[in-house]
């Protein structure tokens, strides 16, 4: 079984400028989450999906930060603009959905994000 | 909301030695995770533990749930096993499933 993937590894942006980060969850798993860690600090939640729909958006940090999960497959984080305090690594973990219990979240690999 | 407390922050040891690490919690939880983020920042998943022990090798695990607390083992530590460890937590009765991560132990095994 494939694990949780991400796309790009890395990417290196210029202040100001978009970047699109991909997530491909587990098969069969619609809880999808991102979190991040910036700066060398704890990880930090940002939001979590139920199939297509945002069930949690209060970790993002401000309106530059849009996610997706169209058609509740993969999902994009985009950034736009860019500031230099976006860089650090994105991750996304996934989740099988096991009504209101919890569940164990595997993570992906992250995306390491630098913005000069 | 949920504390989620780890200790030590940074520990350097030589190459064979045993090694315990705590994360403490502030709140009922439903779910507890260990995780490694090798040296490529990658995260590793280690233990899904809200309750009980665990092992898987060199590593093991225990949560008190009832005490609010975790640890992991590491026993005959080795250079790869260098990195930070993170517990996160999931706290019981919360909206959502987000895990609250600690700010981790930075391990450093020398040879």
């Known amino acids: 079984e494939a694990g949780v993937t991400q796309f790009p590894s890395h990417s290196v942006i210029e202040k100001g400028q978009t970047v699109t980060l991909r997530c491909d969850p587990i098969?069969?798993?619609?809880?999808l989450y991102w979190y991040r860690r910036v700066m060398g600090k704890e990880i930090k939640f940002l939001l979590h999906?139920?199939?297509?729909?945002?069930?949690?958006e209060s970790g993002m940090p401000n309106n530059r930060f849009l996610a997706e999960r169209t058609g509740g497959t993969y999902s994009t984080l985009k950034v736009q603009p860019a500031e230099l305090e976006d860089s650090g690594v994105y991750f996304c973990?996934?989740?099988?959905?096991?009504?209101?219990?919890?569940?164990?979240?595997?993570f992906g690999p992250g995306t390491r994000l630098t913005v000069t | 909301g949920i504390q989620v407390e780890q200790s030590p922050p940074d520990l350097i040891l030589q190459e064979g030695a045993n090694s315990t690490l705590r994360c403490n919690f502030s709140d009922s939880v439903n779910n507890l995770q260990w995780f490694h983020q090798n040296p490529w920042g990658q995260l590793i998943n280690l233990f899904y533990i809200p309750s009980g022990t665990k092992q898987n090798g060199r590593l093991s695990a225990t949560t008190v749930a009832t005490e609010r607390y975790s640890l992991l083992y590491i026993s005959s530590s080795q250079t790869t096993d260098s990195g930070v460890y993170f517990c996160?937590?999931?706290?019981?009765?919360?909206?959502?499933?987000?895990?609250?991560f600690g700010t981790g132990t930075l391990l450093a095994v020398q040879p």
């Open positions: 973990a996934s989740s099988q959905d096991v009504g209101t219990g919890p569940s164990e979240q595997y």
């Open positions: 999906f139920v199939k297509e729909s945002k069930q949690d």
């Open positions: 098969s069969g798993h619609d809880n």
């Open positions: 996160a937590v999931e706290r019981r009765g919360g909206a959502t499933n987000k895990l609250i």
